[in-house]
Antibody, heavy 119, light 108 residues
Framework: EVQLVESGGGLVQPGGSLRLSCAAS????????MSWVRQAPGKGLEWVAN????????YYVDSVKGRFTISRDNAKNSLYLQMNSLRAEDTAVYYC????????????WGQGTLVTVSS | DIQMTQSPSSVSASVGDRVTITCRAS??????LAWYQQKPGKAPKLLIY???SLQSGVPSRFSGSGSGTDFTLTISSLQPEDFATYYC??????????FGQGTKVEIK
């Protein structure tokens, strides 16, 4: 059974940093593109970043470029999102998602971890 | 960026009704479109990909159609477990994916 379990969310002050983790199991992690998708409270979905199977390609939504870094450790079946210079508008539930058949659609999602940026 | 616009924003329907949700892209995206279902407090679930392909395990009452800029998600006979919010997502403009704003299906 495919499982994605996020951790690392919490309350952080504006300008602060946080590192999210996603532990994957039930599939060959190193064979899939992986993404982070977020959802602000009461709002819709926003793709944040994705990373190729071997980590050689990484892409970001414009609003987080230069502040967030996606990475992965295939030996540990884990995906990460390092978030720096956090802003109030980064407040959201962050989901880890597996990309289906290449970086196109998201076929499995974690339960999400809430990041709140507030003073 | 490609903008995705869903309509209606919400729809009230009864069990057994046929429900259709529309998604329009700001430019042509061929068939690079997916539909997701999200229930309160839960992660989204992939229903349809490549505009009309049913994801494994999804009931056949869900169907998708369209290409270019106009797409539809149809629920042929609404069931109690289908009351949720539905999102479309374009996958044409690699690597930047965008979602529609969502359509809430409510109980009439």
């Amino acid at each position: 059974e495919v499982q994605l379990v996020e951790s690392g969310g919490g309350l952080v002050q504006p300008g602060g940093s946080l590192r999210l983790s996603c532990a994957a199991s039930g599939f060959t992690f190193s064979s899939y593109w992986m993404s982070w998708v977020r959802q602000a409270p009461g709002k819709g979905l926003e793709w944040v970043a994705n990373i190729k199977q071997d980590g050689s390609e990484k892409y970001y939504v414009d609003s987080v470029k230069g502040r967030f870094t996606i990475s992965r450790d295939n030996a540990k079946n884990s995906l990460y999102l390092q978030m720096n210079s956090l802003r109030a508008e980064d407040t959201a539930v962050y989901y880890c998602a597996r990309d289906k058949a290449g970086p196109y659609y998201f076929d499995y999602w974690g339960q999400g971890t809430l990041v709140t940026v507030s003073s | 960026d490609i903008q995705m616009t869903q309509s209606p924003s919400s729809v009230s329907a009864s069990v057994g009704d046929r429900v259709t949700i529309t998604c329009r892209a700001s430019q042509g995206i061929s068939s690079w479109l997916a539909w997701y279902q999200q229930k309160p407090g839960k992660a989204p679930k992939l229903l349809i990909y490549a505009a009309s392909s049913l994801q494994s395990g999804v009931p056949s009452r869900f169907s998708g159609s369209g290409s270019g800029t106009d797409f539809t998600l149809t629920i042929s006979s609404l069931q109690p477990e289908d009351f949720a919010t539905y999102y479309c997502q374009q996958a044409n403009s690699f690597p930047s994916w965008t979602f529609g704003q969502g359509t809430k299906v409510e109980i009439k």
